[in-house]
C-alpha cells in the first residue's frame, strides 16, 4: 500500500500540474502552428510527434524537481509506479486530432497515492482551459467549480463515444444503435480525456469507450466523479497494467446507461 500523502502536499501539486499542463499545452499548439510536426507512426492509426516527446519531458522533468520522492509513468517514455505516489501522463491525449488540426485534445495528467487517484489535471486545447480535481473536493475549470448535467431525459441527452482497434467494432456498433434507439445524439471526438471532462461540465452526458489505457482514462475519471458523474472502470492495478473500459455518466440518466456497465463487463467497477 502506497504512504498516505497529506492535503497540503496535495495541494501544491495539484496548483504544480494546473500550471504545467497549461504551459505543455500551450507549448505544443506553438509547436504545431510553427511547422515544427514530425510524425512517426507506432502502428495502425497510431501516432507519435516530437511535440508528445517533449511535452512528456516537461512534465517528467519538471515533476522531478518539485517533488523528487514521486514516480513517473508516462505514455511515451513509460516508468514505474514508485515512491510514496506517483504520476500517470498523457503528453497530448488525442494525438491525431493534434496532428491533423482537430481542436479535441488535450494534456492528461493523474497523481496515484494511498491507493486511490488523488488528483486529476487535464488542459483542453480547444478551450484553452484547464480542468482539475482533487479527491474530495470537488472538480473545476479554471479555479471555477463544474457540475456533471442533470438532464433526466434521454431524448435531451448527448453521449460521446471512444473506439480503438484493440477491441470489437461490432461492440461499439451495439452500443451506437442502443444510443439510438434511446433517442440520444452521439459524438465521437478521439480524445479520451476530452470527453470526461466534458462529462464533468456538464457539456455531455456520457463518455463510454470498451478500452482506454490508464493515462488516457485516470484524470479525466476522476474530474468527472468529482463533478458528480457516475464513473466506472476497473481497479486501479489493472487500470495501470492492461487498461480497460470507462463509464462516466449524468446520474440522471442510470438506467439508461446501465447496460454499459454489463457490456463493459465485471472487471469495472464504480470509482469511489
Not at 52 to 79: H, N
Not at 123 to 148: C, E, L, M, N, R
Not at 159 to 171: N, V, Y
Amino acid at each position: 500500500m502506497l504512504a498516505n500523502v497529506e492535503t497540503p502536499d496535495l495541494d501544491a501539486r495539484a496548483h504544480a500540474a494546473i500550471a504545467l499542463a497549461r504551459q505543455v499545452g500551450r507549448a505544443a499548439i506553438a509547436f504545431r502552428d510553427g511547422g515544427m510536426l514530425t510524425v512517426e507512426n507506432k502502428g495502425l492509426q497510431d501516432f507519435v510527434t516530437a511535440a508528445d516527446r517533449q511535452a512528456e519531458e516537461t512534465i517528467r522533468s519538471t515533476i522531478a524537481s518539485l517533488f523528487p520522492q514521486d514516480g513517473f509513468m508516462g505514455e511515451e517514455g513509460g516508468g514505474t509506479p514508485s515512491g510514496p505516489g506517483f504520476w500517470v501522463v498523457d503528453p497530448i491525449d488525442g494525438t491525431t486530432n493534434y496532428i491533423r488540426g482537430f481542436r479535441h485534445w488535450g494534456v492528461s495528467m493523474a497523481y496515484i497515492a494511498d491507493g486511490t487517484i488523488q488528483i486529476g489535471v487535464v488542459y483542453d486545447a480547444a478551450v484553452d482551459k484547464v480542468y482539475s480535481a482533487v479527491k474530495g473536493k470537488g472538480a473545476f475549470k479554471d479555479g471555477q467549480p463544474i457540475h456533471a448535467s442533470s438532464v433526466t431525459d434521454p431524448t435531451h441527452a448527448i453521449a460521446i463515444l471512444g473506439h480503438s482497434r484493440r477491441t470489437d467494432f461490432a461492440t461499439y456498433q451495439q452500443v451506437s444503435q442502443r444510443l439510438y434507439d434511446l433517442g440520444i445524439d452521439y459524438r465521437r471526438m478521439g480524445a479520451a480525456a476530452i470527453g470526461l471532462v466534458r462529462v464533468a461540465d456538464g457539456i455531455a452526458e456520457l463518455y463510454y469507450e470498451q478500452h482506454l489505457n490508464g493515462w488516457d482514462m485516470m484524470a479525466g475519471a476522476l474530474i468527472a466523479r468529482e463533478a458528480g458523474a457516475m464513473v466506472a472502470m476497473p481497479p486501479l492495478q489493472i487500470t495501470i497494467t492492461a487498461g480497460g473500459p470507462v463509464v462516466a455518466h449524468a446520474v440522471g440518466l442510470a438506467k439508461q446507461f446501465a447496460f454499459l456497465t454489463l457490456i463493459a463487463g465485471t472487471s469495472c467497477v464504480p470509482l469511489s
